[in-house]
C-alpha cells in the first residue's frame, strides 16, 4: 500500500521495502527525515540514525511530537503512511512549480505538465486496499466496488471535516447527552419479560422522540406561514394584496 508513495518520492528499491520490517521502518523513517522532511538539523538527527539503540522507540516519539503527528500512539503502518503523506506534501511544495506545468520562460527550464493523480491506477489492489483502510478509520461501510466506497469516504470528509464544521465542531458536536434508564421509565406497558420490555421501552422512547421532531417541524411550518400571513407582500401595480 505504500508503493506509489515511495516510489513519488523516489524511495531506491520501492519494491522490495517491507512495512511490518522493523528494520525496514527504521531505515525508511531516517531517509524520509534526511530527505524530505528535515524538521531536525543534521547533527540532530544523530538519535535516529542510531537505529540499534533499545531506546529509538521513545526517539521516534519525540520526532513525531516535534512534528505535531496526531498519529504518535498509533501503529507503525499508521506512522508511516503518516509521514509518507507529509513528505509528499512537502515534495509538491518545494515542486510546485514543476508539478503544476509552469512555462519554460517562468522557470528557466523545460518542463511538462504534470498532475501526480494522472499516475494513479485506480484498479490496483494498493489502491483498494487504501480506499477501504481510510473507509474503515472512517467508520464508513464498505461497497463491493471500491469507487463507490471512494465516493462515500469523499462526500463524508467534505461534509463533515471543511473549515467551518471544524472551526464550529463544539457546538456542532456536542459532548453526549445523559444516558437513559428505561427500567425508570413507564410507558403503560405490562410486559412481564425483562428483555422484551426492555426492548419495546426503546421502540416506545424512538417513536416519541421521532413524533416530538415532528411537531417541531410543523410548529416551525406554522410560524412561517403566519409570519407571511400577518405581513403580506403588497403589488399596488395589480391593486391587490397577497403573493
Not at 508539478?99 to 498532475?115: A, D, L, R, W
Not at 456542532?172 to 437513559?180: A, H, L, W, Y
Request: glycine share 4%; with cysteine.
Amino acid at each position: 500500500m505504500f508503493k506509489r508513495k515511495l516510489q513519488a518520492l523516489g524511495y531506491p528499491n520501492p519494491d522490495v521495502f517491507n512495512s511490518s520490517d522493523e528494520k525496514h521502518f527504521r531505515n525508511i523513517v531516517i531517509w524520509l527525515e534526511d530527505q524530505k522532511v528535515r524538521r531536525y538539523k543534521i547533527e540532530e538527527r544523530e538519535s535516529l540514525r542510531n537505529s540499534s539503540e533499545n531506546d529509538w522507540d521513545a526517539m521516534l516519539k519525540q520526532y513525531l511530537a516535534d512534528l505535531d503527528c496526531p498519529y504518535s500512539q498509533a501503529s507503525r503502518p499508521e506512522i508511516l503512511d503518516w509521514l509518507l503523506s507529509l513528505s509528499v506534501h512537502l515534495e509538491f511544495s518545494e515542486k510546485a512549480a514543476i508539478y503544476k506545468g509552469e512555462s519554460q520562460s517562468q522557470q528557466g527550464q523545460t518542463v511538462s505538465n504534470i498532475n501526480p493523480l494522472e499516475n494513479l491506477d485506480f484498479t490496483s489492489d494498493d489502491f483498494k486496499t487504501g480506499v477501504y483502510q481510510l473507509a474503515d478509520h472512517l467508520k464508513v461501510p464498505r461497497h463491493p466496488d471500491h469507487l463507490i466506497t471512494l465516493e462515500a469516504v469523499a462526500s463524508l470528509i467534505t461534509e463533515k471535516f471543511n473549515a467551518e464544521t471544524i472551526k464550529d465542531a463544539s457546538t456542532k458536536f456536542p459532548s453526549k447527552g445523559t444516558p437513559i434508564d428505561f427500567t425508570s421509565l413507564d410507558f403503560g406497558l405490562n410486559i412481564k419479560e425483562s428483555n422484551l420490555s426492555q426492548a419495546a421501552k426503546s421502540l416506545r422512547y424512538l417513536f416519541i422522540h421521532d413524533m416530538r421532531g415532528l411537531q417541531t417541524k410543523i410548529n416551525e411550518c406554522l410560524v412561517a406561514v403566519q409570519s407571511l400571513t400577518a405581513n403580506p407582500k403588497t403589488d399596488s401595480k395589480l391593486g391587490k394584496v397577497g403573493f
